[in-house]
T-cell receptor, first 116, second 109 residues
């Protein structure tokens, strides 16, 4: 049973380009969470999604960031017009519906975004 | 005031030492507490979770929660070089986890 799969592992973008980060949850998991880890900082919540629904996006920056979790396919975190401050590790986590966040959830290995 | 505060370390100990990692939190409504371990360039992995005040033990790891003082701790007995990692406390707040900044631990052989 594969864990949470994130790709790409490393992503380099020039300022102004778009970054698309993908996350495939564990089999049987229907809840996806995105977190960001800036250098020398802890993990910060960004967004919580279920299939075709955004449940909580209170941690998402108001502009340039969007997330989706379609009925088919991976969850996508999209960052438009990237800036140097977006350079960070972005982690996705998933959980089954009957546990939710209660027992913690399974994280992927992250996508490390570097904006040059 | 941050919701969760964690001693950032870094912490360096000899193999076999007892390690104590600590966090404080501000909101008394928090009920679920977790510890994650994160190796370099990897995602966090859940070590332990607790609900009530008191101790919970799993092998060499003991998680302790004191809700009256809003203090949570993780103790590692007989620490090993393989325990070298960043340890993150996390607290449930609705559908999300709020993490401490992490304590970097190095166990020297």
């Amino acid at each position: 049973n594969a864990g949470v799969m994130q790709n790409p592992r490393h992503l380099v973008r020039r300022r102004g380009q778009e970054a698309r980060l993908r996350c495939s949850p564990m089999k049987g998991h229907s809840h996806v969470y995105w977190y960001r880890q800036l250098p020398e900082e802890g993990l910060k919540f960004m967004v919580y999604l279920q299939k075709e629904n955004i449940i909580d996006e209170s941690g998402m920056p108001k502009e340039r960031f969007s997330a989706e979790f379609p009925k088919e396919g991976p969850s996508i975190l999209r960052i438009q017009q990237v800036v140097r401050g977006d350079s960070a590790a972005y982690f996705c986590a998933s959980s089954p519906p009957w546990q939710g966040w209660l027992y913690g959830y399974t994280f992927g290995s992250g996508t490390r975004l570097t904006v040059v | 005031q941050k919701e969760v505060e964690q001693d950032p370390g870094p912490l360096s100990v000899p193999e076999g030492a007892i390690v104590s990692l600590n966090c404080t939190y501000s909101n008394s409504a928090f009920q679920y507490f977790m510890w994650y371990r994160q190796y370099s360039r990897k995602g966090p992995e859940l070590l332990m979770y607790t609900y009530s005040s008191g101790n919970k033990e799993d092998g060499r790891f003991t998680a302790q929660v004191d809700k009256s003082s809003k203090y949570i701790s993780l103790f590692i007995r007989d620490s090993q070089p393989s325990d070298s990692a960043t340890y993150l406390c996390a607290i449930e707040s609705g559908s999300r986890l709020t993490f401490g900044e992490g304590t970097q631990l190095t166990v020297n052989p």
